[in-house]
């Protein structure tokens, strides 16, 4: 369990130094693993997406997690060792897969093409969505069809392959959906949008200017509404993208239509669209409101969206959400089997369907306030646990897994409303948004619990996060210290500062950052335009390291980084995508935003006055461990989130690959 003393902390470090790089592989004459069956039940996981054990301990301490407290006391409560960095893409994938980043090549929310024409281009590091391909008389050509990065096989696919039955139900990061001989999948976290982005929201408002409605947001658009002499007006809402059209080309997304009519006095309206209406009521959330898009006269697709009205007075602004798949006839699949989605707007009516399930975007730019996030958080949350509830009352299945976003996202939204010393702490905050984290986490030990007395008395039940959290108050550019330091060189800043490795003289440049927590090196016959030397990349790896250690924070004195990563340190088939450093801040500090993206800030250091003002995406893992709940004791002091497939796999008598890196902890 639990143990705090110095001598544990210092030996956690050591182990989570080993076994997060993939140390230690268990194999048996090279084969599978034989199986070693601990148990004649179920196996049920529930994963709680960036749960921070030193609060879950805090809460425990003062009686708010009763459910949480009754398994500790059954089985334990442990740190669980997150993957390096501990992203939610890399961490949730070393769970599915029982590797290290190496093995299963997802290694940052972004990746880079080191053979750009000028040079590397960064691109969304996890997968994408290939949208449809029309012919010229409209019929389809190649269907849409969504691919994963990642390689290796998740434990639920070796599971199945022996005869298991297992029940995936919105695990992060696994879309498209893994084939199931004798389970079925939930997709969620990884699931675009219909435009083929992770969230792209629309904000309409009749106080918008034309300036505004050009204006480049972070995951939205603003949009203005032109209303007629009757409170009435029309805007198109963008929907697939249509590749027969350049992309930036009038026409490259299609439209539907979307009307808006409001009664300014009373406070409400209606949204319609291809004849179908929803309410509008000031403060409150909409149902959905199904759309329809006709591509051509052969190809059409449906989706979703709903609204808050922030205004609907004197003033009109309503937030619009993303364009989501319709789960009836989902432009691409979201479920396995691909019906099943259907199946469950059957039990269920309509419901939200693309991955990032909270609309932090929005949030950030004003363009959705707290309380409406909040309750869609509820609603969310709530809609999920239904869904397991019913999956356990169901039965059918050898091991289910079952997880949440929302307690991360929380986390990132309103730790400015915890830390004193971040830029945009509130003292006199409303308690709500103060302690909604800990709602949040108590609304997950209230899941636990009902799960918990469905179980059967031989069931083993592990309930973990991914990652742990903590505060972001400064943002630091790595790309501009590389460049103060000789080893980046920028050919015109402008364009730098813009992000998208751009404006960067290559010949000169022998490192670069772009990721929320890659390093890469620049290296001859990679990179385009490469000047490294295979022979130089020990040594100059070694130096950026130690030079950056020493880094500190001119207005505090504080060290920067707690630790570098080389790349070196990861094994498997997927080594040649691998960052060449992979960094580690001290508590704190992060990649600032324009970093992430591959600008060169014009300053390194940056104070975080931004919404999103928790983090942990490059957070030395050693001190961003997620947490784990048993109810068997463990005899692994210190898990890895590589180890709960293997565990799961032993306990239900299935022979585990020899590739897989995890243990048995139970």
Same mark, same amino acid.
Not at 633 to 651: M, S
């Given at each position: 369990?639990?143990?705090?003393?110095?001598?544990?902390?210092?030996?956690?470090?050591?182990?989570? =130094?080993?076994?997060?790089?993939?140390?230690?592989?268990?194999?048996?004459?090279?084969?599978?693993?034989?199986?070693?069956?601990?148990?004649?039940?179920?196996?049920?996981?529930?994963?709680?997406?960036?749960? *921070?054990?030193?609060?879950?301990?805090?809460? /425990?301490?003062?009686?708010?997690?009763?459910?949480?407290?009754?398994?500790?006391?059954?089985?334990?409560?442990?740190?669980?060792? !997150?993957?390096?960095?501990?992203?939610?893409?890399?961490?949730?994938?070393?769970?599915?897969?029982?590797?290290?980043?190496?093995?299963?090549?997802?290694?940052?929310?972004?990746?880079?093409?080191?053979?750009?024409?000028?040079?590397?281009?960064?691109?969304?590091?996890?997968?994408?969505?290939?949208?449809?391909?029309?012919?010229?008389?409209?019929?389809?050509?190649?269907?849409?069809?969504?691919?994963?990065?990642?390689?290796?096989?998740?434990?639920?696919?070796?599971?199945?392959?022996?005869?298991?039955? %297992?029940?995936?139900?919105?695990?992060?990061?696994?879309?498209?959906?893994?084939?199931?001989?004798?389970?079925?999948?939930?997709?969620?976290?990884?699931?675009?949008?219909?435009?083929?982005?992770?969230?792209?929201?629309?904000?309409?408002?009749?106080?918008?200017?034309?300036?505004?409605? =050009?204006?480049?947001?972070?995951?939205?658009?603003?949009?203005?509404?032109?209303?007629?002499?009757?409170?009435?007006? *029309?805007?198109?809402?963008?929907?697939?993208?249509?590749?027969?059209?350049?992309?930036?080309?009038?026409?490259?997304?299609?439209?539907?239509? /979307?009307?808006?009519?409001?009664?300014?006095?009373?406070?409400?309206?209606?949204?319609?669209?291809?004849?179908?209406?929803?309410?509008?009521?000031?403060?409150?959330? !909409?149902?959905?409101?199904?759309?329809?898009?006709?591509?051509?006269?052969?190809?059409?697709?449906?989706?979703?969206?709903?609204?808050?009205?922030?205004?609907?007075?004197?003033?009109?602004?309503?937030?619009?959400?993303?364009?989501?798949?319709?789960?009836?006839?989902?432009?691409?699949?979201?479920?396995?089997?691909?019906?099943?989605? &259907?199946?469950?707007?059957?039990?269920?009516?309509?419901?939200?369907?693309?991955?990032?399930?909270?609309?932090? $975007?929005?949030?950030?730019?004003?363009?959705?306030?707290?309380?409406?996030?909040?309750?869609?958080?509820?609603?969310?949350? @709530?809609?999920?646990?239904?869904?397991?509830?019913?999956?356990? #009352?169901?039965?059918?299945?050898?091991?289910? %897994?079952?997880?949440?976003?929302?307690?991360?996202?929380?986390?990132?939204?309103?730790?400015?409303?915890?830390?004193?010393?971040?830029?945009?702490?509130?003292?006199?905050?409303?308690?709500?948004? %103060?302690?909604?984290?800990?709602?949040?986490?108590? =609304?997950? #030990? &209230?899941?636990?619990?009902?799960?918990?007395?469905?179980?059967?008395?031989?069931?083993?039940?592990?309930?973990? !996060?991914? $990652?742990?959290?903590?505060?972001?108050?400064?943002?630091?550019?790595?790309?501009?210290?590389?460049?103060?330091?000789?080893?980046?060189?920028?050919?015109?800043?402008?364009?730098?500062?813009?992000?998208?490795?751009?404006?960067?003289?290559?010949?000169?440049?022998?490192?670069?950052?772009?990721?929320?927590?890659?390093?890469?090196?620049?290296?001859?016959?990679?990179?385009?335009?490469?000047?490294?030397?295979?022979?130089?990349?020990?040594? /100059?790896?070694?130096?950026?390291?130690?030079?950056?250690?020493?880094?500190? #924070?001119?207005?505090?004195?504080?060290?920067?980084?707690?630790?570098?990563?080389?790349?070196?340190?990861?094994?498997?088939?997927?080594?040649?995508?691998?960052?060449?450093?992979?960094?580690?801040?001290?508590?704190?500090?992060?990649?600032?935003?324009?970093?992430?993206?591959?600008?060169?800030?014009?300053?390194?250091?940056?104070?975080?006055?931004?919404?999103?003002?928790?983090?942990? %995406?490059?957070?030395?893992?050693?001190?961003?461990?997620?947490?784990?709940?048993?109810?068997?004791?463990?005899?692994?002091?210190?898990?890895?989130?590589?180890?709960?497939?293997?565990?799961?796999?032993?306990?239900?008598? @299935?022979?585990?690959?020899?590739?897989?890196?995890?243990?048995?902890?139970?």
């Amino acid at each position: 369990m639990r143990d705090m003393s110095p001598k544990s902390k210092l030996s956690r470090r050591d182990f989570l =130094r080993r076994t997060a790089a993939g140390a230690g592989v268990f194999a048996i004459g090279g084969g599978a693993r034989k199986a070693c069956a601990q148990t004649k039940g179920r196996v049920v996981i529930l994963g709680f997406d960036g749960a *921070e054990p030193r609060i879950i301990e805090e809460m /425990l301490g003062r009686g708010e997690l009763p459910n949480l407290a009754k398994l500790r006391d059954q089985g334990g409560f442990y740190d669980l060792a !997150s993957s390096i960095p501990p992203q939610s893409p890399v961490a949730w994938n070393s769970f599915a897969t029982c590797k290290n980043p190496g093995g299963h090549n997802i290694f940052d929310f972004i990746r880079r093409n080191p053979k750009g024409s000028t040079g590397p281009l960064p691109y969304v590091g996890t997968g994408k969505l290939d949208p449809v391909q029309l012919g010229p008389d409209g019929s389809v050509a190649a269907p849409p069809k969504g691919l994963n990065y990642r390689k290796g096989r998740p434990f639920w696919s070796v599971a199945d392959e022996q005869g298991l039955r %297992a029940k995936i139900l919105n695990v992060p990061f696994v879309f498209p959906p893994d084939p199931l001989k004798h389970g079925v999948m939930v997709c969620a976290l990884g699931v675009p949008d219909l435009r083929g982005t992770s969230s792209t929201y629309h904000s309409l408002s009749d106080r918008f200017t034309d300036a505004q409605a =050009r204006e480049g947001l972070s995951g939205g658009q603003r949009m203005r509404l032109q209303f007629d002499g009757t409170d009435s007006a *029309e805007l198109p809402l963008p929907g697939p993208r249509d590749t027969r059209r350049r992309f930036g080309q009038p026409g490259d997304y299609t439209t539907t239509t /979307l009307r808006i009519s409001v009664d300014r006095k009373a406070g409400k309206g209606t949204a319609t669209s291809n004849g179908k209406s929803v309410e509008l009521v000031q403060g409150q959330w !909409s149902e959905w409101l199904e759309l329809h898009y006709k591509m051509s006269d052969q190809y059409s697709v449906n989706g979703l969206t709903r609204f808050f009205p922030l205004e609907i007075g004197e003033t009109v602004r309503l937030y619009t959400a993303c364009v989501q798949f319709d789960p009836r006839a989902p432009y691409s699949p979201i479920t396995y089997p691909t019906e099943f989605s &259907a199946e469950l707007a059957e039990r269920y009516g309509l419901y939200k369907t693309v991955g990032w399930a909270y609309d932090t $975007h929005a949030l950030r730019q004003g363009d959705l306030d707290e309380d409406a996030f909040l309750q869609d958080v509820e609603r969310t949350m @709530a809609w999920r646990e239904r869904l397991t509830l019913d999956e356990l #009352d169901r039965g059918n299945f050898d091991v289910l %897994a079952s997880a949440w976003t929302a307690t991360d996202r929380v986390g990132h939204m309103f730790w400015r409303f915890r830390d004193e010393k971040h830029p945009l702490y509130e003292a006199g905050a409303p308690e709500r948004w %103060a302690k909604a984290l800990e709602m949040t986490y108590q =609304r997950a #030990d &209230a899941a636990t619990g009902r799960v918990m007395e469905k179980l059967q008395p031989e069931d083993t039940l592990m309930v973990m !996060s991914d $990652h742990g959290f903590g505060t972001w108050r400064t943002g630091f550019n790595v790309n501009a210290w590389l460049r103060d330091n000789g080893y980046l060189a920028v050919s015109d800043p402008t364009k730098a500062a813009e992000g998208f490795l751009q404006g960067i003289n290559w010949s000169r440049s022998r490192a670069y950052s772009v990721g929320l927590s890659s390093l890469y090196l620049n290296l001859r016959g990679r990179e385009t335009g490469g000047i490294v030397d295979a022979a130089d990349v020990e040594r /100059l790896t070694a130096e950026l390291r130690g030079k950056l250690l020493e880094v500190k #924070d001119p207005a505090t004195g504080a060290k920067v980084f707690a630790d570098l990563h080389p790349g070196a340190g990861f094994k498997g088939e997927a080594m040649d995508e691998a960052p060449d450093m992979v960094l580690g801040y001290a508590a704190a500090y992060q990649s600032d935003k324009a970093c992430a993206k591959g600008g060169v800030a014009a300053a390194m250091f940056e104070s975080n006055a931004d919404k999103w003002s928790g983090e942990h %995406a490059s957070t030395e893992y050693t001190l961003c461990p997620g947490m784990l709940f048993s109810s068997r004791k463990l005899a692994k002091e210190t898990p890895h989130i590589q180890d709960l497939g293997v565990t799961a796999l032993r306990l239900l008598g @299935a022979d585990v690959p020899a590739d897989f890196e995890g243990d048995m902890v139970v």
